[in-house]
């Protein structure tokens, strides 16, 4: 599988709307014992809406946790980034995507995605306990 990213605004990766996306969660380190696998297909797919509805409960949209590495980036794109400036991975706190996820899961129109939202609040309720960071990738 390939991760599809579109340099977007700088520090900020867009996603493509392709199907078969998934997105998934890349932590800054390992937690022993940590089993970081979510689908994500649901979680792609209705990404949008999410996004729509998250500023109204005052929280980050889930896309703007999206991240690569430039290097990881560049491969993607056999090494041929043209005149594009890739922006850093960005790492965020897990209480950040923690209030997103848990301000979505009482929300119907998270109903399609409820599995994957709590996979991630389970991941990044690890996260936060360890102090450890992490961003959202996108694979397909």
């Known amino acids: ?10 520090g900020h990766i867009h996603t493509t709307n392709i199907m078969g996306a ?4 890349v932590l800054e380190r390992k937690i022993d014992g940590l089993d970081t696998i979510i689908d994500g297909k649901s979680l792609a797919k209705t990404s ?32 041929d980034v043209g005149d594009i400036k890739l922006p850093p991975l960005q790492q965020f ?5 923690l209030a997103t996820v848990r301000a979505l899961l009482p929300r119907p129109e998270a109903h399609p995605v409820l599995h994957d939202l709590r996979g991630c609040e389970r991941i990044l309720s690890a996260a936060a306990q360890h ?10």
């Open 131 to 140: 102090g450890i960071h992490w961003h959202l990738e996108v694979d397909i």
């Open 93 to 97: 706190s897990a209480e950040d995507g």
């Open 22 to 25: 998934a997105y998934f969660i």
């Open 48 to 79: 949008a809406v999410l996004d729509a509805i998250a500023p109204k409960l005052g929280v980050r949209p889930i896309s703007e946790f999206i991240s690569i590495d430039p290097k990881q980036a560049a491969e993607f794109m056999d090494g």
């Open 1 to 10: 599988m390939r991760r599809v990213v579109e340099p977007g605004s700088p």
